[in-house]
């Protein structure tokens, strides 16, 4: 049962154009999603985060949009850039529990 | 200040045989969480320490896997009788409160 998907396993996007990364869940009762992104051989790290009572947050080159009627989060890059180039991770956290719950990852690439 | 650290960095072992895998959360943090990362997969959530509470053990995929955090601190991750499933990406991480957890670098078991 997975309750957070990410269905595009991989991006790859111009160095300077915008990359949109897609995240799905069927969970309704996420308090808060968060974004993570890693590197090869790293952990991940946390990038951001909107809290479920939100539609958007913006954070430099970073925005992420939540659509609660149709479940679906998705991270905008702005401009894209080569040092972009991770996995990233959209994640839906309840507080009653204190847990995250992880999708499968997309891979980005952008090309200089 | 320092990170989360995992110790070893990678590990190989034999099947049928025990690991044991290290993690030192940030200092401070109450929170300790174990997940995994199969080959092309997401982050599996595998078990939680919060405080002295009851660690939430739901996400253990059998028996042969144990954690303890000791003093409240440092955690080991215990696979008992490997087997070439168990082979992953052993992701620790830790958090003061709320949604945002702090990874380690991860330790990579491969089972021979």
């Known amino acids: 049962d997975q309750q957070v998907k990410q269905n595009s396993p991989s991006l790859s996007v111009q160095e300077g154009r915008i990359s949109i990364l897609n995240c799905d869940y069927t969970?309704?009762?996420?308090?808060?999603f968060l974004w993570y992104k890693k590197y090869p051989a790293e952990g991940p790290t946390f990038l951001i985060s909107i809290s479920s009572i939100k539609d958007k947050n913006e954070d430099g080159r970073f925005t992420v949009f939540l659509n609660k009627s149709a479940k679906h989060l998705s991270l905008h890059i702005v401009p894209s850039q080569p040092g972009d180039s991770a996995v990233y991770f959209c994640?839906?956290?309840?507080?009653?529990?204190?847990?995250?719950?992880f999708g499968g990852g997309t891979r980005v690439l952008v090309k200089p | 200040g320092a990170g989360v650290s995992q110790s070893p960095s990678n590990k190989v072992t034999e099947k049928g045989k025990d690991v044991e895998l290290r993690c030192d959360p940030i200092s401070g943090h109450t929170a300790l969480y174990w997940y995994r990362q199969s080959l092309g997969q997401g982050l599996e959530f595998l078990i939680y320490f919060q405080g002295n509470s009851a660690p939430d053990k739901s996400g253990l995929p059998s028996d042969r896997f144990s954690a303890e955090r000791t003093g409240g601190s440092v955690s080991t991750l215990t696979i008992q009788r490997t087997q070439q499933e168990d082979s992953a990406v052993y992701l620790c991480?830790?958090?003061?409160?709320?949604?945002?957890?702090?990874f380690g670098p991860g330790t990579r078991l491969t089972v021979t």
């Open positions: 994640a839906g956290y309840k507080a009653a529990g204190n847990k995250l719950t």
């Open positions: 991480a830790s958090s003061l409160a709320g949604n945002e957890q702090y």
């Open positions: 969970n309704s009762m996420f308090d808060y």
